[in-house]
C-alpha cells in the first residue's frame, strides 16, 4: 500500500505511536530465543494501529495469492501475518523514505 501525504497503511504517524510503544514494550524474549509482543489495542489509542495492521494485513494477503498462483507456496498463520504487518508498520515509522 503506497502512503500517500505522510500516512502509513492510511494512519497519521503520530496516531500510530502509542499504539507500537504498547506492542513493543511488552516483548519477551522466549525460550527459543524469539520475541512475543502481545497488547490491549483498545480506544483512542490502539485503534488508529489497529486499522493500520488490517490494512497491511490486506497487502500481505493479496502477496500471498499472487505467490500461491505462481509457485503454490506456502501461506503465513494468522499471527505471522500480523508481525509482519506490525513489523511493516514499524518499518515504515523509522525508515518513511525508504518504503
Do not use: N
Request: net charge negative.
Amino acid at each position: 500500500m503506497d502512503d500517500i501525504d505522510g500516512l502509513i497503511y492510511g494512519e497519521r504517524p503520530e496516531d500510530l505511536k502509542t499504539g507500537l510503544r504498547l506492542i513493543f514494550g511488552s516483548g519477551v524474549q522466549r525460550a527459543d530465543g524469539r520475541y512475543q509482543c502481545m497488547a490491549d489495542l483498545t480506544g483512542r489509542e490502539g485503534l488508529p494501529l489497529l486499522r493500520a495492521i488490517y490494512r497491511a494485513e490486506a497487502e500481505l494477503l493479496l502477496e500471498e495469492a499472487r505467490g500461491l498462483e505462481a509457485s503454490g507456496g506456502a501461506q503465513r498463520t494468522q499471527a505471522e501475518r500480523q508481525g509482519v504487518a506490525v513489523g511493516r508498520i514499524a518499518e515504515r515509522m523509522l525508515w518513511p523514505a525508504a518504503s
